[in-house]
Structures are given as structure tokens and as C-alpha cells.
């Protein structure tokens, strides 16, 4: 069993940075992939980036050149560095984690707000 645990969110105004952590624990060696989700009010949850455990990473076009993701040497833990943050940044954002032949597990989500 995999659980997450999400934190870093919190209200920034416009351009500013905040960087999200995804902490894993229980089978952290069963884990291949993780990733960000992101989800705003009336929309659906989109992909916002995605790393393997071989460090292949994948980002949504909104974010290119803004956001980077990345996992620390342990791979147990999820790092998302979001910069030059816009208010269609605001969400509440989700970490996920796919482990190798089982399901994806979700972290309970944190907020971003960005705003002046």
C-alpha cells in the first residue's frame, strides 16, 4: 500500500512561486510513476506534469517553461516548482503515484490560489 501526503499549497499573487511536495510512504519501491493533477472549480482534473522513476518528465502545454517537476534520490517524495504563477493557475492540486501493476493512488489534494 502506497499512501500520499501533499503540502506547500497556499494563496500567491500573480507571478509569484510556490513549490508543492508529495510525500510517499508504505511501498515507495513499487512506485513508477508520479504526477500532478490540478483541478478548478467547474472543470475537470487535467494533468498538469508527470515523472517516471527514470526521471522521464511530461508537462501540460499550460505549464511549459513555468512549472518543473521532480523527485528526490529516495523517489519517495514529489516536488512541484511553479513559477511566474497566473490566476488560471488556481486549483486544487493532486499528487498521484502509479505503482507497478497496481492502481494509482490519490493524496488528498491542496490548494492554490493565485490572486492580487
Known amino acids: 500500500q502506497v499512501q500520499l501526503v501533499e503540502s506547500g499549497g497556499g494563496l500567491v499573487q500573480p507571478g509569484g512561486s510556490l513549490r508543492l511536495s508529495c510525500a510517499a510512504s508504505?511501498?515507495?519501491?513499487?512506485?513508477?510513476?508520479m504526477g500532478w493533477y490540478r483541478q478548478a472549480p467547474g472543470k475537470q482534473r487535467e494533468l498538469v506534469a508527470s515523472?517516471?522513476?527514470?526521471?522521464?518528465?511530461n508537462y501540460a502545454d499550460s505549464v511549459k517553461g513555468r512549472f518543473s517537476i521532480s523527485r528526490n534520490g529516495a523517489k519517495n517524495t514529489a516536488y512541484l516548482q511553479m513559477n511566474s504563477l497566473k490566476p488560471d493557475d488556481t486549483a486544487v492540486y493532486y499528487c498521484k503515484a502509479t505503482p507497478f501493476g497496481r492502481p494509482d493512488v490519490w493524496g488528498q489534494g491542496t490548494q492554490v490560489t493565485v490572486s492580487s
Open positions: 508504505g511501498s515507495i519501491f513499487s512506485i513508477n510513476a
Open positions: 515523472i517516471t522513476r527514470g526521471g522521464n518528465t
